[in-house]
């Protein structure tokens, strides 16, 4: 089973495809494109050379005012506006036959209001709530009603519609909202971004990565890796997963967290969603084989 994916975002970058990829790749994952131009390139690189995609949403730049919808918003116009911009971007992405689709959960975040979290990134402050802003039973009216929605798009276009956990709180960590919800729209996937766990692992005593990975195990379609070190500072984010890093140092446990999802999963797929520019041919091959060892335990 090929399970190894590159990135390609802004463009379909020809030197990165030919140095990252491999032929026992899955394929590519598309993001923003930046024009309707490069959009072109992209189909005719993916017809000439034969590319399963899946895309992180959305496929093109600048169709809303920030990159993801936002459907758990409690302004309307937004909610509205987040709904649409979602449908014609699904559509858009129909002819390119991607795999699946992926946007980010929940979005806004709901961020604990104990935590430090200068260290996530946002557009602007629309794209989250404070816990104390946002009651459990409208979050889950919200989530519940966006579920609905993106299953009848995945289905009505032939794709897997995907989650990638973005910061989370205990009404995702703490009840069974999120397993329900997946339970009943079962053609929705989740993806758990290590980089992104290992993260808030390190400024969230209250959030248990490794209890994240197990929780969703069994839902997930797709990792996205890349390793971030958390000391005192957070440095290197999306730096390539390297065995010669090591968790002492600050870097996350991707054995560990691979370890677990194995435990309850033998079919995602891998994205490397990595600086790949940062380390030699030599690493990356060693990056790729280490990965494949940790994979296919």
Not at 219 to 229: A, D, F, I, M, S
Request: glycine share 4%.
């Amino acid at each position: 089973m090929k399970r190894f994916m590159i990135g390609q975002f802004d463009r379909f970058d020809i030197n990165r495809q030919n140095r990252d990829f491999r032929d026992y790749f899955f394929g590519i994952e598309v993001n923003q494109m930046e024009s309707l131009s490069e959009l072109k390139i992209l189909k005719d690189n993916i017809m000439e050379r034969n590319l399963n995609i899946g895309i992180h949403f959305p496929l093109l730049k600048n169709q809303w005012r920030v990159r993801d919808p936002q459907y758990l918003s409690k302004d309307n116009v937004t909610y509205e506006e987040s709904i649409n911009y979602m449908k014609n971007e699904f559509a858009r992405a129909e002819e390119l036959n991607p795999d699946y689709i992926l946007l980010h959960y929940p979005k806004p975040v709901i961020l604990d209001d104990k935590v430090d979290w200068s260290s996530w990134r946002f557009y602007d402050d629309t794209e989250y709530y404070y816990e104390s802003q946002m009651s459990y039973k409208y979050f889950e009216e919200r989530s519940r009603n966006f579920f609905g929605i993106l299953s009848e798009q995945g289905k009505k276009y032939n794709f897997t519609p995907i989650l990638e956990l973005d910061g989370l709180n205990r009404y995702v960590y703490e009840t069974n909202l999120l397993e329900g919800l997946l339970d009943e729209y079962s053609n929705i996937k989740v993806c758990l971004d290590f980089g992104r766990i290992h993260l808030q692992d390190c400024i969230d005593n209250n959030f248990d990565g490794k209890e994240i990975v197990r929780k969703f195990g069994k839902y997930t379609n797709l990792v996205h890796l890349w390793n971030v070190k958390v000391d005192i500072n957070v440095t290197n984010a999306h730096y390539p997963a390297l065995k010669s890093l090591k968790v002492e140092d600050g870097w996350g446990d991707m054995k560990s967290y691979f370890k677990i999802l194995n435990e309850v999963n033998e079919n995602y797929k891998v994205l490397f969603e990595h600086k790949s520019h940062l380390i030699s041919d030599v690493e990356l091959e060693e990056c790729y084989q280490w990965i494949g060892e940790l994979v296919n335990r």
